[in-house]
């Protein structure tokens, strides 16, 4: 919001500088986001009469202009077109300086010189707005200050005001606090007019269906209007509060809930049928074609002004066409009513309309404000568009509400503080609120709560108001005594973040996706059942509309831009939640930690332009999650075929820690991946995350073994359909309890081997917890794990 | 083997000076070893001389301990520093030097995502404060996301326009104030919990918007809590996270679940409060919410208002992230480019 300082000191004797003004409401609850000073750097310019214009001979889109400034007339180059002969227009004569710190000097335009320059607003630092040049009223007579003609300069404040303080939202709202803040007093405007002998009570009637949505609301006559502009004051304050001058009744109505934050409407009571007001809810298929000039369909919950036949506004909102000002008005019933912060805020929000009446009535207006406001407003038409004003109002008020009573306890305000403050700076406190101490004891005072304060309900609303007047700088920062607390078990947050460490530690970047992400996407990638995905009803874009049922598809996607980025090797790692529905149509969500492996996985620097086999990559990902899940888990890793709608057919498989499925891993599907142009294996894996953190490793001491080991070789060929795993289980099988370790440290294929044959050599490593080992029995063992080896894979044992 | 017949200090001294320069001037490795054995070894002098030692008169024998300590100390010291000398040119000249400016092959560390860095700082620094991690889900109600928290039926956040409504009274939640709501309704006070989340609002992204992003927040539940103790808290916490030196200040604001509520500025950590362009050049930073819950919020959860006082606060994850490292754009954090992650390692 808005405030011109000079508007303000009209209500309040204040002599701060404006960063000192600043700095007090900002400590106080109004935050000042702004402090604009228009005007500043004016002093050169004047107003310049155009007293004719011709086009330049060598510019269609230049016109030569004759300006008067006051003494003789110049002649003027100008660029714009919005201005006809008469106009009277910002005018910067030679030797003058813009506020951009322009110099402005005789110069050829094209051939013809320029004695000076007509100027927009933006070069005037006024707004950005260049629309052609500013023009000023034709009365203003040429010569004068530009400045003094635009009622500049002038400091006005942008202020955000927070939800709760709708009082707020006006001018003298804000006189109100900062006459709090200096200790002034509040000065109000005399809103006294003369009346004629007519009574608005016969002019019109009201009547309210629902007090609950419409507590108040009352209407004044006003006759003999003469629509025209607003006086060039009340336009240039309008327009440094950011609202445009219509005429002077429209500009009136806004000055006024400007001015004290109540929304008014004047209607051409003329065009009221049946000079009837009814304040009704819509009824089905009514319409309404607003001031915006969209028509509006009206839903039955949606409040409306109405006449005896149809809808005039939309209640709070914003008017309707049919009963608008204009200039052929003469007759005006003036509406200054209450609307309810709920109804007003469905309706606009139901119809996409906003406006600043919406704006002041969701957040509330003070119902006992209307009376006051139409006076106030009944007054400056009366003095701006001439007339006459019936007598008395038409006051409709069924939802007064009665004042509130708070009492504050002064031992609770240093409770909840941490500061002591005495009783009667509390009070005092208060009394500069305007909120009235009506009694008092030593440890308490009943606070009556005027009808402008609404949002002051119980007593820590009231302490707050005693904690900001009186500085939070005041309030010590004290350390908290504090208990020890049996508080909520955060064990699995640490075990996350631990698992987060150690896949660092094991060479991986993490990443982080939104939770949200493409329908294409998800159908591309994920292939997940579609009608259990949760979809977001009203999302941002097409691009987060289904909330993610995976991490994998992201996770590609994210591999695939690194790659477009010249990015080759990541190794990333995230862990975040997936969301779906179950059959009940239940949002469920949960855990998952998805890996992602691409380029020279775990290779040295010098075999860096050597390309990464499918096995390579395969066994790099095998052997990172073997490590992990040793690291988290007891229960062991077990692995089996599986097959993944991403993942390549024969290197994909299922994870299990002991008997929990743990997820899926394998090397991303070939086709996916040459989308992305990667030309090496992926390998990605997306798991749960709770089995990871469920059978975390209990560690205990084994003694170690003191006797030296033997360590001998067994080397065998085997069809190429035996599994690494089928020869370890054959050999631990046959093998005697001091086999403590067997190694695979070959694998060979050729020639030599055969066709559909492969080498496999191993080391078995003997030792004894009670002794050592002799050779003679190490060679005992080896011969029963090679007899077992032919046997049972029909292994062909390489002597030697 | 040499052999000592009989002995006094001057013998010693002198057997001293010749081991010495035995060590010194032996051409190899196994010349060296040769002196040690003779004058050092298990059956060389020095046994010898300490057992010989007993025989020195009373008077002597101090005399003749540190003569024998000496003989001991220097030759192992000559020969310490011969085989040094000899082992070292014998790397010399064993043929040119491997180049160790070559690639290291050990693979590196990964690294944290800068969202989990500032979230892992903050859940160590308020965990030695005493306040111990809850977490809750994404996908909340509306009671725990608006109505408990006391914000009013009309109240904006609650529009379509801010809310990702998910039908059937759910929602993404539009902060993680519900964990809060969550902790109270289960566990009685006192409660001293952060809460870091995952949040959902509907902003257009923008260098500084995201419609997915994290908080953490706090609360803090026990007898005689006050705001004071909130701004010794949160100021120690700011001190922990952005620097020891930054400056703290609190302006009066307004939430619908605290009362009084305050925002929390800190000094600006790039030029010290002068101003600069990171902080707009008003020398501070808003960084987070907080205030005194509201009574009402207390009511909802069965809490005695009378008995017990909290603070809560709140703030964002990625603005703290964004301001600590410098990162010009929140979509950077999202993109998840492998050379902007490496940055945080
Ligand atoms: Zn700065």
Redesign the interface.
Known sequence: MKIPYSWLKEFVDVEATPEELAERL????V?VEGIHRLGDGLGDLIVGEIVRFEKHPAADRLRLCTVHDGRGELQVVCGASNFEVGDKAAFAPVGATLPGGMAITKRKVRGIESHGMLCAEDELGLSEGHGGILLVEREVPAGQSLATALGLPEVVFELEI????PDCLSVIGMAREVAALYGKSLRLPDVAYAEDSRAAADLAKVRIDDAARCPRYTGRVLSGLAVGPSPGWMQHRLKFCGVRPISNIVDVTNYVMLECGQPLHAFDLTRVAGAQIHIRCAQAGEKLKTLDGVERALAPDMLVIADAQEPLAVAGIMGGGGSEISESTREVLLESASFD??GT??TS?ALGLASESSHRF?RGVDPELADWASRRAAALLLQTAGGAAAGGVIDVYPGRAELRRITCRFARVQ?????AIAADAICNIFAGLELIVESRTDAACVVRIPSFRRDLE????L??EV??MHG??R???????????Q????A???AV?QL??R??????????????MSERHVNQLGGEDAARR?V?????SID?AVMRPALLPQMLL?LG??MS?Q?A?????EIG?I?WRDEA?Q???AERLSLGLMGRV?Q???DGRRSVSPAEMFLSLKGLLTALCRAQSDAGLRMAPATHASMEPGWCVGLWLGDVALGTAGLLRRGLREEWRIAEPVGVAELHVQPLLAAPRRRSFAPLATYPSITHDVAMIVAEDVQHENILAVIRKAGPTELTDVRLFDIFRGVAVGVGRKSMAYSLVYQSGARTLTDAEANTFDVGIRQALRQELQAEIREG | MAEIFWMNLAEIDALTAEGVAGAQQAATVDAVEAVRIQYLGRKGLLPQIMKGLKDFAPAERGAAGRSANAFKDSITAAIEARLLALRGAAGAVAGPAFDYTLPGSWRGLGSLHPVSLVITDAVRIFSRMGFAVAEGPDIENAYNNFEALNTPAHHPSLAETDTFWLGKGELLRTQTSPVQIRVMQSHPPPVRIITPGRCYRRDTTDATHSASFHQIEGLYVDRQVSLADLKGTLAAFMRAMMGPDVGVRFRPHFFPFTEPSVECDFSCHVCGGKGCRVCKQSGWIEIAGAGMVDPRVFGKVGYDAEAWTGFAFGMGVERIAMIKYGIPDIRMLYENDARFLAQFG
Do not use: K, Q
């Open positions: 900002t400590f106080s609850g935050e927070t939800w709760n303080r912060a709920p805020r469905r929000v969701e409770a909840l503080l941490g500061v119980i007593e820590a609303d302490i707050e904690a900001r939070l700088d309030v010590p920062e004290a350390t908290p005594h504090a208990t020890l607390i508080n909520v078990d955060d699995r947050t640490w973040m987060r460490e896949l660092t530690g094991l060479g991986l970047r993490e990443i982080l996706n939104y939770s949200f949760l977001i009803p009203n999302p941002v987060h994210t831009h690194n980025r990015v090797n990541a190794d990333f790692f939640r969301f149509g949002a469920c969500e775990g040295g620097a010098l």
